[in-house]
């Protein structure tokens, strides 16, 4: 069986195509639900027991739970354009920096006022943001 090698620029794709509309959070997360976690894919950021890439696809596969919306594209990207792990300093190295990075505002107020299974309903409404008072 052939292992499938997952590079940061295919996932910068989907999160472009998330972003953009191109694909809805529920194809994203079926997506992600697809290769993680997966004895089949590996990833061409390995270093030490460190990746990348692992740490997005891991981060798309809670998409729903994290109550993640397309207008967070831009932490993901943020987290992809870092160099690898030992050239970099002071900064994301972990799931734990992705979440915090992630976890917005918006999305403890989504937590605290909406059910899960609302969520992809809410998600792109600007206006829901905008009556909250969540807009960035």
């Known amino acids: 069986m052939t292992t499938r090698i997952i590079k940061r620029e295919d996932l910068a794709q989907v999160v472009n195509d998330w972003g953009s509309g191109r694909m809805s959070s529920t194809e994203v997360l079926n997506w992600a639900n697809a290769l993680y976690p997966s004895d089949e894919v590996d990833y061409d950021d390995w270093e030490e ?24 594209v831009a932490v993901y990207l943020e987290f992809l354009s870092h160099p690898s792990a030992s050239s970099r300093a002071a900064t994301p190295s972990s799931s734990a920096d992705l979440m915090r ?16 299974r609302d969520f992809y309903s809410l998600q792109h409404s600007s206006l829901v943001r905008r009556s909250l008072n969540l807009e960035r």
Do not use: R, Y
Not at 50 to 64: F, K, P
Not at 108 to 116: P, Y
């Open 49 to 72: 027991d460190n990746s990348v890439t692992n740490e997005i696809l891991a981060a798309l596969d809670m998409l729903d739970m994290n109550l993640a919306l397309p207008e967070d």
């Open 101 to 116: 990075l992630i976890m917005t505002a918006a999305g403890h107020a989504f937590a605290k006022c909406f059910h899960i």
